[in-house]
């Protein structure tokens, strides 16, 4: 039996009614509420309008006091079949949404009169700042543990919660914004800290406005890019062990108090277990992976290396007339040299593209292209690329050996890379960039070599690997985003359409606004996709977030002109960052569960757990340790989201898409239909007109 906890504690509601005291005139020392939170007897006194103000218990001269119950009050009724159910009594106690309001200010004043660092809009959730105990090697920042509170209501129990997460390790530059801005734009300071309250740049206290050397920015990638500092390697230890014993040790020592639980009464039990009912658990085969034959009989493995290793490719490239070309600075010939080895297996620690992928490894004399100028090299590369003479039955492939780390603080470097990918899509070829000083610096740079070649042969519209799926008669839809901060605009990457076996067909690129384009994309998609499987049952769309009806209407109405009445099926798939509810395997020594399993939490919302620990004794400890992702799940015949069967088939489509990654031989725990829009939607900003040329429109170029 599985023994998983949230990390949720439930508490009660310490008074059966409150008091509380509004008033119409806005000051930024209350808390602003819509008008439809408020008590009818708010507008009775005040009249309409959008906004009203509350002082909550705090007794003001002026201000109109409500007392109501903090539960409602319910009443049997009959609906229209003559079945009787409970209603709730409008009016009868505060709303959710003020209670909520109410009991985060109450934190907050709690942690904020101990002198402790607390993010200052108590509006919503609310974070608390500790020094941290870990130590900064650099001397350059103050490190904080920060952790956070928030209050709902019966999502995963029938009481009030409190959701505790910890939020990471941010820094804050030991040296002043009078110092940083000598180097940095005011543009690039975000959060601050001043006399240890935390506070937005542009809406500093008018003390801190007037004493810059003791305004301290917190970290961001701004600040960082304006210092050209380097880009730290992500940390892939346990993030499941340092977040439990972040919210155990918080909540022993801040919260499972009486002075705490005066004004939030916390049962004693302490985090509450996942009930059993909750678990659910995807096909025992969901991570079976097609590869190629083996004695005339399709081979599968749940590793993607091991698999490759063991039986190569599912398939291969539609050409064998391929050609592969250098492109690299003189300064990086050796780096060169060395990637070409790799590739005809001459070098150590891999046999070569032919071996692993099967794909015939061939460069052609004096046509790769060497570049001279380092400082600014785009006007010469754009020459030798335009000036070259592509033949057209072949099937050329670039290998760019980079001399600039794509994390290189200097964005006009960054753009070559981009520019360099459109205009070679433009010749209609693919790209593989490989960064020059890793080659060299990394005497265990082999270990690369398995991601770049399967790269290379999902470019070459080869297939590394296959879902181990019957075809339904269904389409797939992905839908996913980036908003690229050079920007300052949300792309959207979109109609990447897939059949349930992992077949890719074609996407498009739009800016967020575009939702009437980006309905006419998929409709083309299902129009194509009917043309050739007139009883397609369902259209299931995987989105980055939750679809609203402007987003869904217009596509329902493209449905409507095609004549299909199917059922579309909205997936919402949302990364859980750290402020989001979690669960932990109390049974396994590193806390995270076995994937593929996933929790019910509640509204047809889900916790998927996405990773490579298939058992106890089955996990390499290197795959890393992701957070579930989030699913939600809406269809437009409403009856059907609440069949059993229909949403496991959903959630494991999502489990099983997420091993149709080819930038890599270890698995993701986001699904390619999100994950691959999302990085041509981070491309696209950098290229012409964003647009994708042609060619770049059916294949993965982009990995």
Same mark, same amino acid.
Request: neutral net charge; contains cysteine.
């Given at each position: 039996?599985?023994?998983?906890?949230?990390?949720?504690?439930?508490?009660?509601?310490?008074?059966?009614?409150?008091?509380?005291?509004?008033?119409?005139?806005?000051?930024?020392?209350?808390?602003?509420?819509?008008?439809?939170?408020?008590?009818?007897?708010?507008?009775?006194?005040?009249?309409?309008?959008?906004?009203?103000?509350?002082?909550?218990? &705090?007794?003001?001269?002026?201000?109109?006091?409500?007392?109501?119950?903090?539960?409602?009050?319910?009443?049997?009724?009959?609906?229209?079949?003559?079945?009787?159910? $409970?209603?709730?009594?409008?009016?009868?106690?505060?709303?959710?949404?003020?209670?909520?309001?109410?009991?985060?200010?109450?934190?907050?004043? =709690?942690?904020?009169?101990?002198?402790?660092?607390?993010?200052?809009?108590?509006?919503?959730?609310?974070?608390?700042?500790?020094?941290?105990?870990?130590?900064?090697?650099?001397?350059?920042?103050?490190?904080?543990?920060?952790?956070?509170?928030?209050?709902?209501?019966?999502?995963?129990?029938?009481?009030?919660?409190?959701?505790?997460?910890?939020?990471?390790?941010?820094?804050?530059?030991?040296?002043?914004? &009078?110092?940083?801005?000598?180097?940095?734009?005011?543009?690039?300071?975000?959060?601050?800290?001043?006399?240890?309250?935390?506070?937005?740049?542009?809406?500093?206290?008018?003390?801190?406005?007037?004493?810059?050397?003791?305004?301290?920015?917190?970290?961001?990638?701004?600040?960082?890019?304006?210092?050209?500092?380097?880009?730290?390697?992500?940390?892939?230890?346990?993030? =499941?062990?340092?977040?439990?014993?972040?919210?155990?040790?918080?909540?022993?020592?801040?919260?499972?108090?009486?002075?705490?639980?005066?004004? /939030?009464?916390?049962?004693?039990?302490?985090?509450?277990?996942?009930?059993?009912?909750?678990?659910?658990?995807?096909?025992?085969?969901?991570?079976?992976?097609?590869?190629?034959?083996?004695?005339?009989?399709?081979?599968?493995?749940?590793?993607?290396?091991?698999?490759?290793?063991?039986?190569?490719?599912?398939?291969?490239?539609?050409?064998?007339?391929?050609?592969?070309?250098?492109?690299?600075?003189?300064?990086?010939?050796?780096?060169?040299?060395?990637?070409?080895?790799?590739?005809?297996?001459?070098?150590?620690?891999?046999?070569?593209?032919?071996?692993?992928?099967?794909?015939?490894?061939?460069?052609?004399?004096?046509?790769?292209?060497?570049?001279?100028?380092?400082?600014?090299?785009?006007?010469?590369?754009?020459?030798?690329?335009?000036?070259?003479?592509?033949?057209?039955?072949?099937?050329?492939?670039?290998?760019?050996?980079?001399?600039?780390?794509?994390?290189?603080?200097?964005?006009?470097?960054?753009?070559?890379?981009?520019?360099?990918?459109?205009?070679?899509?433009?010749?209609?070829?693919?790209?593989?960039?490989?960064?020059?000083?890793?080659?060299?610096?990394?005497?265990?740079?082999?270990?690369?070599?398995?991601?770049?070649?399967?790269?290379?042969?999902?470019?070459?519209?080869?297939?590394?690997?296959?879902?181990?799926?019957?075809?339904?008669?269904?389409? /797939?839809?992905?839908?996913?985003?980036?908003?690229?901060?050079?920007?300052?605009?949300?792309?959207?990457?979109?109609?990447?359409?897939?059949?349930?076996?992992?077949?890719?067909?074609?996407?498009?690129?739009?800016?967020?606004?575009?939702?009437?384009?980006?309905?006419?994309?998929?409709?083309?998609?299902?129009?194509?996709?009917?043309?050739?499987?007139?009883?397609?049952?369902?259209?299931?769309?995987?989105?980055?977030?939750?679809?609203?009806?402007?987003?869904?209407?217009?596509?329902?109405?493209?449905?409507?002109?095609?004549?299909?009445?199917?059922?579309?099926?909205?997936? $919402?798939?949302?990364?859980?960052?750290?402020?989001?509810?979690?669960?932990?395997?109390?049974?396994?020594?590193?806390?995270?569960?076995?994937?593929?399993?996933?929790?019910?939490?509640?509204?047809?919302?889900?916790?998927?757990?996405?990773?490579?620990?298939?058992?106890?004794?089955?996990?390499?400890?290197?795959?890393?340790?992701?957070?579930?992702?989030?699913?939600?799940?809406?269809?437009?015949?409403?009856?059907?989201?609440?069949?059993?069967?229909?949403?496991?088939?959903?959630?494991?489509?999502?489990?099983?898409?997420?091993?149709?990654?080819?930038?890599?031989?270890?698995?993701?725990?986001?699904?390619?239909?999100?994950?691959?829009?999302?990085?041509?939607?981070?491309?696209?900003?950098?290229?012409?007109?964003?647009?994708?040329?042609?060619?770049?429109?059916?294949?993965?170029?982009?990995?």
């Amino acid at each position: 039996m599985a023994n998983l906890c949230f990390n949720i504690l439930t508490f009660d509601h310490p008074k059966e009614e409150l008091r509380l005291y509004f008033t119409d005139k806005e000051d930024i020392n209350l808390t602003r509420m819509y008008h439809t939170l408020v008590p009818d007897e708010v507008i009775q006194e005040f009249g309409q309008q959008e906004h009203y103000y509350t002082s909550f218990e &705090e007794e003001k001269e002026g201000f109109f006091p409500v007392t109501k119950s903090v539960n409602p009050t319910y009443e049997k009724k009959l609906d229209k079949y003559g079945e009787e159910y $409970s209603a709730k009594v409008h009016n009868t106690s505060f709303s959710i949404s003020i209670l909520k309001r109410y009991y985060n200010a109450k934190i907050h004043k =709690y942690f904020t009169d101990k002198g402790l660092m607390v993010k200052p809009n108590f509006i919503h959730d609310t974070e608390v700042w500790l020094p941290s105990k870990k130590y900064d090697s650099s001397g350059k920042y103050n490190l904080y543990d920060r952790y956070c509170l928030r209050v709902q209501f019966k999502t995963v129990s029938k009481k009030l919660e409190l959701l505790v997460t910890f939020e990471g390790v941010p820094k804050i530059y030991k040296e002043s914004v &009078e110092v940083l801005q000598e180097f940095v734009s005011p543009t690039a300071f975000n959060w601050v800290m001043f006399e240890n309250e935390l506070h937005k740049f542009e809406d500093l206290p008018s003390a801190g406005k007037r004493a810059y050397d003791k305004v301290f920015p917190i970290w961001n990638f701004d600040i960082r890019d304006g210092l050209g500092e380097a880009t730290e390697a992500p940390d892939k230890s346990n993030k =499941y062990i340092k977040f439990k014993n972040g919210i155990d040790f918080f909540y022993k020592t801040y919260l499972n108090n009486e002075e705490f639980k005066q004004l /939030i009464p916390l049962n004693s039990n302490g985090f509450i277990p996942v009930e059993e009912f909750r678990i659910g658990k995807v096909k025992n085969n969901s991570n079976q992976l097609l590869f190629g034959e083996k004695d005339g009989i399709r081979q599968s493995h749940i590793v993607p290396m091991n698999g490759i290793k063991e039986f190569g490719p599912y398939d291969f490239s539609d050409t064998t007339k391929i050609h592969f070309f250098f492109i690299y600075h003189k300064d990086d010939v050796q780096a060169t040299k060395k990637i070409d080895s790799y590739f005809r297996g001459t070098e150590r620690g891999f046999g070569g593209l032919s071996k692993f992928i099967h794909t015939p490894y061939y460069t052609e004399k004096g046509f790769s292209i060497c570049f001279e100028d380092l400082d600014n090299p785009w006007p010469e590369i754009y020459t030798k690329i335009t000036d070259k003479y592509f033949e057209p039955d072949v099937q050329y492939i670039a290998i760019y050996i980079s001399p600039f780390s794509k994390n290189s603080p200097d964005k006009s470097r960054r753009k070559i890379y981009y520019r360099l990918k459109e205009l070679l899509l433009k010749k209609r070829i693919s790209s593989q960039v490989i960064d020059a000083e890793k080659v060299l610096a990394n005497d265990k740079y082999f270990y690369s070599l398995p991601n770049i070649a399967i790269a290379i042969l999902a470019k070459l519209k080869g297939t590394p690997w296959r879902l181990d799926n019957t075809i339904k008669k269904e389409l /797939i839809v992905g839908v996913g985003a980036f908003k690229n901060p050079d920007f300052d605009i949300k792309y959207i990457g979109s109609a990447f359409s897939f059949s349930n076996n992992g077949k890719f067909n074609r996407f498009e690129c739009f800016q967020q606004n575009q939702t009437r384009e980006l309905a006419g994309s998929i409709i083309r998609a299902v129009k194509e996709y009917a043309n050739h499987n007139p009883d397609i049952k369902r259209l299931v769309i995987h989105f980055y977030k939750t679809m609203g009806q402007e987003e869904l209407q217009p596509i329902e109405d493209g449905l409507k002109k095609l004549g299909l009445s199917i059922p579309v099926f909205i997936v $919402s798939i949302n990364k859980t960052e750290s402020s989001d509810i979690v669960a932990f395997d109390l049974n396994w020594k590193d806390l995270m569960p076995i994937s593929g399993s996933y929790i019910n939490i509640g509204r047809h919302k889900f916790l998927l757990f996405n990773n490579t620990r298939y058992s106890n004794n089955n996990f390499n400890f290197s795959d890393g340790y992701p957070f579930p992702i989030k699913l939600k799940i809406y269809c437009t015949q409403a009856g059907l989201v609440n069949d059993t069967k229909t949403v496991k088939e959903l959630i494991d489509q999502v489990y099983q898409f997420s091993r149709m990654y080819w930038k890599s031989v270890r698995q993701q725990n986001l699904p390619v239909t999100i994950k691959y829009p999302e990085m041509v939607a981070e491309m696209i900003p950098h290229f012409e007109g964003n647009e994708i040329p042609e060619f770049g429109k059916d294949n993965l170029w982009f990995l």
